[in-house]
């Protein structure tokens, strides 16, 4: 590792430890190595362990063999999840002190038959999945913290009206790759799209659009780049950075590896993990070269 790295930019790749690296994470990996370099900053590596249930030690240890056989070096040490629960845990009684969160306790299979009832006319998230009902944003409070208290199951999920009365009419972010629809530039954040979205289980502290701005305000992260999935998510990242007074990065998402049936890599598929090329003969630079085919340029 370089003994003094610029303070200017900070890159990070941030995998969860639930399975293997197939060549989607190659690129992300890749990019941020890359663009670290190219502009004398920093690339920061990341456990998103938060889920206990799923992260699997072999599987971080796995991670770790796969970059460094990629020739990808980061700085020491490691951040990882489960390590930072009360930090977590202290940004959500922030928000609940502000009145933008509430104890949800349908279970799937009631939201799921709610939509059925509806005929299928129900409003859906940017992924396709179904808008969590509304109507436990008014449930007394006291009786919701009594079926707490009586081990009843529950999320605390964001009142997105509430939520989004407290932010700047004018929400954004500074995109400088590309959304699937081509959305570059300044991008106009709609984090209602996602209704009421979960920051917290009892299985889980911090969700995944909790836990990853307070991850990269912690870390100084200047430029987060990621797969075009996430893109939509970021209006969700921009409500919460505004709720919470963090700084915005700015934003660079770029396409997708797909598979043969058109559909973006799975840590299920075995022949597309990195550990399966290396297994082949494959180099590292043939790696680089692969996904060149593929349409990726790294600096």
Do not use: C
Not at 125 to 132: H, K, N, S, V
Not at 163 to 174: D, S
């Amino acid at each position: 590792m370089p003994s003094a790295l610029s303070k200017n930019r900070v890159f990070r790749f941030a995998p969860s430890p639930n399975g293997l690296l197939h060549l989607g994470h190659a690129v992300s990996a890749i990019l941020n190595h890359d663009l670290a370099a190219a502009s004398g900053g920093r690339f920061l590596l990341r456990m998103e362990d938060i889920d206990p249930a799923r992260s699997r030690p072999e599987f971080e240890e796995a991670i770790y063999r796969d970059l460094a056989w990629l020739g990808l070096e980061w700085e020491q040490p490691v951040r990882r999840q489960s390590e930072h629960v009360a930090f977590y845990g202290a940004a959500l009684e922030r928000l609940k002190e502000m009145g933008v969160l509430y104890p949800g306790f349908l279970s799937r299979g009631e939201v799921k038959a709610r939509v059925e009832a509806a005929g299928g006319d129900w409003p859906r998230d940017p992924d396709g999945a179904p808008l969590y009902p509304t109507d436990e944003r008014s449930l007394d409070r006291g009786q919701a913290l009594d079926w707490i208290a009586a081990g009843r199951q529950h999320a605390w999920r964001l009142d997105m009206d509430k939520a989004r009365a407290l932010a700047p009419a004018l929400l954004e972010w500074q995109e400088t790759g590309a959304g699937p629809d081509g959305e570059t530039g300044s991008v106009p954040a709609r984090p209602e799209r996602w209704g009421d979205v979960i920051l917290s289980r009892p299985d889980a502290p911090a969700s995944y659009h909790l836990a990853v701005v307070l991850d990269d305000a912690a870390q100084g992260v200047t430029d987060v780049v990621r797969g075009q999935d996430l893109f939509h998510a970021t209006a969700v990242h921009r409500l919460l950075q505004t709720l919470l007074g963090l700084p915005a990065p700015a934003y660079r998402h770029h396409g997708l590896v797909l598979g043969a049936d058109g559909r973006k890599l799975s840590k299920s598929n075995q022949d597309t993990g990195i550990a399966a090329y290396r297994e082949r003969g494959v180099s590292p630079a043939g790696i680089r070269a692969l996904l060149a085919g593929y349409g990726f340029v790294f600096d």
